[in-house]
């Protein structure tokens, strides 16, 4: 294992035939031409110590943990990217976007990569304070990881041409309002550059400015009364 002195991880999402290929009914328009600067960041990130998670979805053959929200469309496009399928409505990636060595891979139930997944425990565990996403699609897969990131205490950076969506107005729209809830929007290109610098980690820097605070969490008057401060509202 390299040292990862940015204590970054990249979450690749859903970047699988099914969601890529023109030929499937699940295809994401802009998704196929997003590839090339995909395997850009993330033999990128591979060079810089900087831990990748391939983070797929696949579907049972029976239904059963498909979304209800796309149950329909999947049942009528050919119960796509089943277990072990091949071919292009598979849960297959294209080249230079499967695993090697050193990579993680996770499958997710629902949207976002941390909804009933490993995916928290082992960057924890490998002491992973930022998340740099990318994938499809941005306002449903890569929009839902970001905001749960964000409630999880991890900063967030979004690689934004490695992201794709169904038109230019929906990723145009999608990326802005990650950036005005925090995450740091950036492209592969910029990416090159990327270290330890790059993102302020604020969750230390906040926990920096608590400890030599005066201030306690909840500020009241001692009474003589079992009265608590949320009883007080």
Same mark, same amino acid.
């Given at each position: ?9 990249? $979450?690749? $999402?859903?970047?699988?035939? !099914? ?21 850009? =960041? ?7 110590? $900087? ?25 009528? !496009? &050919?119960?796509?990217?089943? %277990? =072990? ?8 990636? %294209?080249?230079?976007?499967? %695993?090697? #060595? !050193? ?9 976002? =990569? ?34 749960? =990131?964000?409630?999880?205490?991890? #900063? ?30 950036? #492209? ?19 926990? !920096? ?18 009265? &608590? ?5």
């Amino acid at each position: 294992m390299k040292e990862n002195k940015t204590k970054s991880a990249l $979450i690749v $999402i859903d970047m699988e035939n !099914g969601f890529i290929k023109k030929e499937s009914p699940h295809c994401i328009a802009g998704a196929e031409s997003t590839i090339p600067a995909c395997v850009k =960041a993330i033999e990128t990130a591979r060079k810089k110590g $900087i831990p990748v998670f391939f983070v797929k979805r696949i579907y049972r053959y029976d239904g059963s943990d498909v979304e209800m929200t796309r149950y329909e469309s999947w049942k009528c !496009g &050919g119960r796509s990217m089943g %277990p =072990a399928s091949t071919g292009l409505n598979s849960a297959q990636a %294209p080249e230079g976007l499967k %695993p090697k #060595n !050193g990579d993680y891979t996770i499958i997710k139930p629902r949207w976002s =990569a941390f909804f009933h997944t490993e995916l928290d425990l082992i960057l924890r565990r490998l002491q992973i304070r930022t998340v740099i996403l990318m994938g499809t699609t941005t306002p449903n897969c890569v929009r839902t990881t970001c905001y749960d =990131a964000n409630s999880l205490e991890y #900063n967030v950076v979004v690689l934004e041409d490695c992201c794709s969506s169904m038109t230019e107005e929906i990723q145009r729209v999608n990326i802005a309002d990650m950036g005005r809830m925090g995450a740091l929007i950036t #492209n592969s290109r910029e990416f090159e550059s990327y270290d330890e610098n790059t993102v302020v980690e604020m969750s230390g820097k906040i926990y !920096g400015e608590m400890e030599v605070s005066e201030y306690s969490p909840e500020e009241f008057e001692e009474l003589d009364t079992d009265m &608590g401060w949320v009883d007080r509202w």
